[in-house]
T-cell receptor, first 115, second 113 residues
Framework: DAGVIQSPRHEVTEMGQEVTLRCKPI?????LFWYRQTMMRGLELLIY????????DSGMPEDRFSAKMPNASFSTLKIQPSEPRDSAVYFC?????????????FGEGSRLTVL | KQEVTQIPAALSVPEGENLVLNCSFT??????LQWFRQDPGKGLTSLLL?????REQTSGRLNASLDKSSGRSTLYIAASQPGDSATYLC????????????FGKGTKLTVNP
């Protein structure tokens, strides 16, 4: 299996621009997570989908952030408008949740720099 | 609210040494605990998953133990190698809420040749 695939790997943009990050989970996985990692705060959960439905979005910082999962094989995280404090590495992760909570697998991340 | 702590934040050892990394969590009602490794500039790689009903898991030179009642887990690395240098993170899934992982801040391990 190809693993969790994220794009772009690196994004440099200017403040105020729209940013869209993309994720393809592992085939057959029914839960998908978006995390953000910074030196100061470590790994923070932004949003969690199960069977394409958002279950917990309490970590989404504010209305500038939105996430969608239109089908089982694709998710997006959008920031509009972007701000310098959004600079971080954004990770997507997926797992199988059927009965037991499964092992979580991460993508390589999208490194975002907002100037 | 579940909190996960990893001490020490950084550890440096000579090659060949056996070592233990620690993870503690405040709410013992967990579904499972997972250990990850992160290399610089990379994503997280899953090392071991321990379900709440298990006490330990082993993979090669790695052994993870879980003591739910005391809210602790340890990751034992035998015969450490320079290639083991990375940041090691533990994460728990807590019962009674959304099934999300809560992460510790990690222990940065350096194994010196």
């Amino acid at each position: 299996d190809a693993g969790v695939i994220q794009s772009p790997r690196h994004e440099v943009t200017e403040m105020g621009q729209e940013v869209t990050l993309r994720c393809k989970p592992i085939s057959g996985h029914n839960s998908l997570f978006w995390y953000r990692q910074t030196m100061m705060r470590g790994l923070e959960l932004l949003i969690y989908f199960n069977n394409n439905v958002p279950i917990d979005d309490s970590g989404m910082p504010e209305d500038r952030f939105s996430a969608k999962m239109p089908n089982a094989s694709f998710s997006t995280l959008k920031i509009q408008p972007s701000e310098p404090r959004d600079s971080a590495v954004y990770f997507c992760a997926s797992r199988v949740d059927r009965g037991n909570t499964g092992e979580l697998f991460f993508g390589e991340g999208s490194r975002l720099t907002v100037l | 609210k579940q909190e996960v702590t990893q001490i020490p934040a950084a550890l440096s050892v000579p090659e060949g040494e056996n070592l233990v990394l620690n993870c503690s969590f405040t709410d013992s009602a967990i579904y499972n605990l997972q250990w990850f490794r992160q290399d610089p500039g990379k994503g997280l790689t899953s090392l071991l998953l321990i379900q709440s009903s298990q006490r330990e898991q082993t993979s090669g030179r790695l052994n993870a133990s879980l003591d739910k009642s005391s809210g602790r887990s340890t990751l034992y690395i035998a015969a450490s190698q320079p290639g083991d240098s990375a940041t090691y993170l533990c994460a728990v899934v807590t019962q009674g809420g959304s099934e999300k992982l809560v992460f510790g801040k990690g222990t940065k391990l350096t194994v010196n040749p």
